[in-house]
């Protein structure tokens, strides 16, 4: 349950989650082996059908195959730094780009830093004369009970209308030839 005691044990230590997920499939698949060579073994006594022991093996070599494709899905997502399964970057951007007093968000990037425990980092452009640190306060709020991202790192500026507006500007002069 996110918000418990355990849920910040695992994600404080996801990568020790993930390896004991393995040691649990494991020792399940040591499990489904021994049963279906106990079964296939007392088949093949009882009713002489030696095929049954190519069987179970096929049983057993399937069931650690969906155990081992989970297990590097999972992982491969953090070596990779894509978004958490289950975070969707572009509804996060835009619900944080609907608080109050911001002007624009861009540079939105989130990844997993081990499993269980998601990263974000964003350039937040907060409306002139607005309070920025309690827009990143803010944020860093909606992100923590929203999203369980505890880890954010936002970059918060004050947006400078001027910036955008080129239109205005003085400046050197457009010279046809550039080695002239």
Do not use: Y
């Not at 209308?161 to 030839?177: M, S, Y």
Request: proline residues 6%.
């Amino acid at each position: 349950m996110p918000g418990s005691p355990e849920d910040s044990a695992s994600t404080q230590h996801g990568s020790g989650r993930r390896g004991a997920e393995g040691a649990f499939q494991h020792i399940l698949n040591d499990l489904f082996a021994f049963i279906a060579t106990a079964v296939a073994g007392l088949v093949m006594v009882l009713t002489g059908f030696t095929r049954a022991d190519a069987i179970a093996t096929l049983i057993v070599v399937m069931l650690m195959v969906k155990a081992g494709v989970g297990l590097v899905r999972e992982s491969s997502r953090i070596f990779l730094e894509a978004a958490p399964a289950g975070l969707d970057p572009g509804r996060i951007g835009t619900l944080m780009a609907a608080r109050p007093d911001v002007a624009e968000i861009h540079d939105l990037h989130i990844w997993e830093i081990t499993s269980g425990q998601p990263a974000l980092s964003a350039h937040i452009l907060v409306e002139a004369g607005k309070d920025c640190h309690a827009v990143r306060t803010d944020l860093a709020t909606l992100l923590a009970t929203e999203h369980h991202i505890e880890h954010a790192t936002l970059q918060v500026d004050h947006a400078n209308p001027a910036v955008f507006d080129i239109t205005d500007r003085p400046g050197p002069e457009h010279l046809e030839d550039p080695h002239a």
